[in-house]
Every structure is written in C-alpha cells, then in structure tokens.
C-alpha cells in the first residue's frame, strides 16, 4: 500500500471527486476534490486516470454459498 501524506490538504464544500464522480471534501495536491480511499486505490494501482467512474469499477468477487439438500446434509454444489 502506498503511503500519501495528507497533512497538509485543504478541504472545501462537496464536488465530484475526481476519480468516482461521489461528492468528496478532500483537495488532492492540485486542489481537485478527491476521497482519501479513491487516491490511494489508485496510488496502489487498483483504479487508473482520472476519469470519473473508474473507482467504481473495483469489483470484488464474493464467494457463493454450498447448496446443501436438507434432507441428506450433503453438499449438492
């Protein structure tokens, strides 16, 4: 994970952040709003440029639950 310093950010009254479009207070090092988990998923190179939408593009696989018949306790998938 990358490390960004943020102590010396300005924060301002909600825009669309940079990177999700999502309404952010945060100013990146250019001034351009930006949430503080969008600029490190990007810095870890999860999400790429600055195009709105890009953030919401992680997706994460979740893992899906056994079928199992109630009747033997088996696992049917």
């Not at 810095?43 to 600055?50: S, T």
Request: charged share 20%.
């Amino acid at each position: 994970m990358a490390f960004l310093d943020w102590s010396d950010h300005n924060v301002g009254r909600p825009l669309p952040c940079r990177l999700c479009g999502i309404p952010a207070m945060l100013r990146d090092e250019k001034n351009r709003p930006c949430h503080m988990t969008c600029a490190h998923a990007q810095a870890d190179g999860l999400i790429g440029g600055d195009d709105q939408g890009d953030a919401l593009a992680v997706v994460v696989q979740m893992p899906t639950a056994p079928v199992i018949d109630l009747h033997t306790r088996r696992r049917i998938a």
